[in-house]
């Protein structure tokens, strides 16, 4: 019998911490919790679009050996086209997207800069690159400038600025004019990921690069399907040449087995979905004023976005509130430290365009109690 002991002390430092994870099944509770932020998902809106018994539901290999074809071609070229972009390339997941871009692109003697609050797929991804890398303080343009002249680079090495459209957890916007600015300033190249932007900011949820008329300064996006757009994947759009080096040397694509026909099928499905959803968008904007205008009796991040962070210092106290909430039939999920700092445990709050104003306004009550 093999020895796995050796497990349990980093598990009970969690369990000390209060800070165990375990997996759940979903249940009927009123949906707080979750990234599907327009209801595609819950109201199952790309399956009657895609012809499921025509579709391959494996790739037999990664896409330089068995696993390319036609229609995955077709689909990159038709995001390119929506988001203004010279090329698109599909990675499997946000994580593989952004692990294959900053463990490749970035190289030994250059520079990465990024968001403190980055997700952690960007962290590991800058972890396995031979790159210099620094943090600056969450959306301090002044910090990242003071980084940014302190960085002495040769004329062959460069410089790289990493952030996220919309955080994760905070659900606020990054200050992306003045990133592109400093960009410009000191000649580095931006890479952004706008993971919980798609299908939400913008006419048509083409994300904040394009809301702002920025899609031509940015050197590299990342696209993530999983979560407004319903499925699954990711593109990394860029120029040709980017997307050239990706297939090359981007090691999260080159060793993956490629997404089969169905989910991409499904990915062409919710890009001929989402961006008419203007009616889902605008009911989202009118519950997150009214959330952001309640007064709940707890600390609120300022946020435009579906997610709404509700501070309740300590994992203890931010597990039994949750779990209070859980028993009003609300599902709401605490975020604890060592997920985010110690102090800033929370209420993950997600709110979509099925949500009512009266399962909000239930909420609403229940946090004043």
């Given at each position: 019998?093999?020895?796995d ?76 086209a ?59 343009v ?9 960085v ?21 916007f ?8 400093l960009s ?10 706008e ?39 990711a ?37 001929q ?15 997150i ?6 007064d ?24 039994k ?14 975020i ?6 110690k102090?800033?445990?929370?209420l ?22």
């Open positions: 019998m093999y020895n002991h050796f497990l349990n002390k980093k598990l009970e430092e969690r369990k000390q911490q209060n800070a165990f994870r375990q997996l759940r099944l979903p249940d009927a509770k009123i949906d707080f919790c979750s990234n599907d932020y327009l209801g595609i998902v819950k109201n199952n809106l790309l399956a009657p679009l895609i012809n499921g018994d025509q579709l391959k539901t494996g790739s037999t290999g990664s896409r330089l050996l068995a696993g390319n074809y036609a229609l995955i071609e077709q689909v990159e070229n038709e995001i390119a929506f988001h203004q972009s010279q090329t698109a390339l599909i990675f499997n997941s946000g994580f593989d997207a952004n692990l294959g871009v900053l463990s490749s692109v970035p190289q030994r003697g250059d520079t990465i800069i990024y968001d403190s609050l980055c997700h952690a797929s960007i962290r590991d991804g800058i972890r396995l690159s031979a790159a210099n890398s620094f943090s600056f303080a969450h959306n301090d002044d910090d990242l400038e003071k980084k940014l002249r302190h002495a680079v040769a004329a062959d090495k460069n410089i790289f600025i990493v952030s996220e459209t919309v955080f994760s957890m905070d659900g606020d990054c200050t992306l004019k003045q990133l592109v600015a410009k300033k000191y000649h580095a190249h931006l890479i952004i990921d993971a919980h932007a798609t299908g939400i900011i913008g006419e048509k949820g083409e994300g904040l690069v394009q809301y702002l008329h920025l899609q031509h300064e940015i050197f590299c996006r990342i696209h993530t399907f999983g979560k407004a757009c319903g499925c699954h994947g593109a990394v759009l860029g120029s040709l040449q980017l997307r050239d080096y990706l297939i090359n040397f981007a090691r999260s694509f080159i060793y993956s087995t490629a997404l089969p026909e169905h989910d991409v099928a499904v990915i062409r499905a919710s890009y979905t989402f961006p008419f959803m203007i009616n889902q968008r605008k009911h989202l904007q009118e519950i004023s009214m959330f952001q205008s309640a709940i009796g707890y600390q609120k991040l300022t946020s435009q976005t579906p997610v709404q962070g509700v501070i309740v210092p300590g994992n203890d106290e931010a597990k509130l949750a779990k209070r909430l859980q028993e009003s039939n609300l599902d709401i999920r605490p604890l430290y060592p997920t985010v700092a102090g800033a445990e929370r993950r709050i997600v709110l979509h365009a099925f949500n009512t104003k009266g399962e909000l306004q239930l909420l609403i009550d229940e946090l004043k109690q």
